[in-house]
């Protein structure tokens, strides 16, 4: 049993006596994802019958594939696996059996001794386009491209793992960020769009775990860990000396924001814990608030007034 695998059952075994009491009544191990998957087709998108049964079946075989692949080594009981939702949106379809549209990928985890849930990833994958047919089955088999859907979400199945793994131990997400950039390399020839460097917004699949890897991202992932192991985790305990360890944490990503601004890791972050910590901040002193934001809009400028809102 690996050390990050032992730090969630330790913080698991330590959550609300009624989740206790619920989560006792199932005993056997599963694999690592609670995902919820939806697919919503863009209204203006004229649809036959037949084309509705094959995006049911496709929410199907989606739901299947991240809730029963066994992604990593280790053992989850059901209250400890990922919680996670796939929002897939169909905007088009070039030709039959081709969907294009965009992915919202998000992933949470619990906060010990409470029943809040933070974000660990909120991000939108604008480069989906793949091929479905009737009764497919989406099977992820390792090192192999099998088809383009199946690479998305198999990337997203161990960046998600990736991100939580970080959040229990110092960079303790590394296997599966590792398994997710092997993917990227799988489908560089073969798959399409968000999978190469190529892109001029580098907002894509690539960037987002290539830079994961990058020591100039370490970090990062430091911050990752220390805001959630340190932070978020110690709120009930001392929650005044946990909003100090959330900004110490935070202060961590200047060195990036300096050196790579605008990095899709960094945005997505930050972005992800806005409402978050305005919510922890309103009872703050002024000057705990004023460094948050300061740090905040060092790294997202675009987004300022809504990060001034955590002044008031």
């Known amino acids: ?14 959550l609300l006596p009624i989740f206790l009491i619920f989560i006792n009544s199932f005993s056997g191990k599963t694999q690592e994802l609670n995902c919820q998957v939806s697919v919503i087709v863009d209204a203006k998108l004229p649809l036959t019958t037949m084309d509705r049964e094959v995006l049911d079946q496709l929410k199907e075989a ?50 010990y001794n409470s029943d809040y849930n933070t974000n660990l990833i909120n991000f939108q994958d604008d480069y989906i386009i793949f091929n479905y047919s009737r009764n497919a089955l989406l099977v992820y088999s390792p090192n192999q491209y099998r088809d383009e859907l199946t690479s998305i979400m198999a990337f997203y199945a161990y960046y998600i793992l990736g991100m939580d793994y970080d959040s229990f131990s110092s960079k303790g997400g590394s296997k599966y960020f590792n398994e997710a950039q092997n993917i990227v390399s799988l489908a560089q020839s073969q798959g399409g769009p968000g999978w190469l460097a190529s892109d001029k917004k580098k907002k894509n699949r690539f960037y987002l775990v290539d830079n994961i890897l990058q020591q100039l991202f370490e970090p990062l992932r430091v911050c990752n860990y220390e805001y959630h192991r340190f932070g978020m985790d110690k709120l009930y305990d001392d929650p005044i000396k946990a909003r100090l360890n959330i900004i110490k944490s935070l202060t961590l990503l200047n060195q990036i924001a300096e ?11 930050v972005q992800a814990k806005s409402t978050e910590l305005k919510n922890l901040f309103t009872d703050a002193e002024q000057k705990e608030k004023s460094e948050v934001v300061n740090i905040l809009k060092k790294i997202d400028a675009a987004n300022t007034n809504k990060y001034n809102e955590i002044l008031n």
């Open 259 to 269: 050196s790579r601004p605008n990095s899709v890791n960094l945005i997505n972050f």
């Open 62 to 111: 989606m739901y299947n594939m991240m809730n029963t692949t066994k992604w990593t080594n280790d053992n989850f009981a059901l209250e400890e696996r990922v919680n996670c939702n796939l929002q897939l949106q169909i905007m088009s379809q070039p030709k039959p059996g081709t969907f294009e549209g965009f992915l919202q990928i998000q992933a949470s985890r619990p906060v």
């Open 1 to 14: 049993m690996n050390y990050i695998y032992l730090m969630k059952k330790i913080l698991y075994s330590l």
